[in-house]
């Protein structure tokens, strides 16, 4: 074009270069009307083990379809598969859709740590499994696990075991404000109130090695041990010790997600108003407090507007799970 005048130029001058068109790709992606609902019960490897229908004995083995990209499929989420769903050997099937999750158990490695680890979806309840003795009782593990309850949408309940070696009345009275409920076992027993709780619901377990919890889980799912490695080897064949597992039990009436013993529970993806919003009688007044309030009071937070509630009943309590949010003795 060189020795032409621009101002004589319109679009007819424009030429474009063959080859690929210039119309958009389009990002809908396929709807998957005819997807079968399933729930994970193990992952292992980028393979996820799914309960078609919710029905323990139908087991697949499904893969991340490419679309999803690298959208967390974690034991608990509630799928959609297409493909071949049969579980049988040598068969693969895809997850297509994960649906919304209802609850939701994240934790971080410590407290500075940015990544978010998410380790169960969709339970109803957790029971934070802690020891009277042997190990002792680590209640800043219990504070933070309500934390992260109360923040990702479970009910927590306090399961203590071991009673026949120590008491419970202390723990008990330490957590009597918060209305958490609270479960006393012992190891030469067998415990019906525990039956009852995990009976035709979705409940996750949690606690440090050695306080218990395989052993209620072994009670609850008399072949836990098998179920476990029936599970995994729908897969490649390998039980993990770093992921979770949902187990059904007996009869079909619900669900228990057993966890690895963890030695942290990090906090890092969770704020202070998080953890007010779970007690009703705080949340209007910590709207008055004034910006970066911590809400734990004089002399961190001396302007927070917590002490103006009338109902204190349950504020010494929620400040120190505040406190151990934020990394404090308590």
Not at 126 to 150: E, N, Q, S, W
Not at 152 to 179: F, I, M, N
Not at 237 to 261: K, Q
Request: charge should be negative; charged fraction near 30%.
């Amino acid at each position: 074009m060189a020795g032409r005048d621009w101002r004589r130029l319109d679009e007819s001058d424009v030429r474009v270069r063959p080859g690929r068109g210039s119309r958009p790709r389009s990002k809908r992606r396929p709807e998957h009307a005819d997807a079968v609902p399933a729930m994970v019960v193990a992952v292992d490897r980028g393979r996820w083990t799914c309960a078609v229908d919710g029905d323990p004995e139908r087991l697949a083995t499904a893969m991340r379809a490419r679309e999803l990209g690298r959208t967390p499929i974690v034991v608990g989420d509630r799928v959609g598969l297409v493909g071949d769903v049969s579980g049988k050997p040598d068969t693969l099937a895809r997850i297509v859709r994960v649906e919304e999750r209802s609850s939701v158990l994240r934790r971080t490695a410590d407290d500075t740590d940015p990544y978010e680890r998410v380790v169960v979806a969709n339970a109803e309840q957790l029971l934070i499994v802690t020891a009277l003795a042997d190990p002792p009782p680590r209640t800043g593990f219990i504070d933070r696990c309500l934390v992260a309850c109360y923040a990702g949408g479970l009910q927590p309940v306090l399961c203590l075991t071991k009673a026949d070696l120590a008491s419970p009345d202390d723990l008990l009275a330490r957590y009597g404000e918060l209305d958490v409920p609270t479960l006393v076992t012992r190891h030469d027993q067998e415990s019906e109130e525990l039956v009852e709780t995990v009976h035709g619901r979705v409940s996750a377990f949690v606690g440090h090695s050695g306080v218990g919890k395989s052993t209620l889980v072994n009670r609850l799912v008399p072949d836990a041990a098998l179920a476990t490695g029936e599970v995994s080897a729908v897969g490649k064949g390998r039980h993990t010790s770093v992921a979770a597992v949902a187990l059904p039990l007996p009869g079909g009436n619900g669900w228990v997600i057993d966890t690895p013993g963890v030695r942290s529970f990090g906090l890092a993806h969770i704020t202070a108003d998080d953890i007010v919003s779970a007690f009703p009688e705080f949340t209007e007044a910590a709207e008055e407090c004034p910006p970066g309030c911590g809400h734990l009071g004089p002399p961190e937070d001396p302007d927070c507007m917590l002490d103006e509630v009338p109902e204190k009943r349950r504020l010494p309590s929620l400040r120190r799970l505040l406190a151990s949010r934020a990394g404090l003795e308590t």
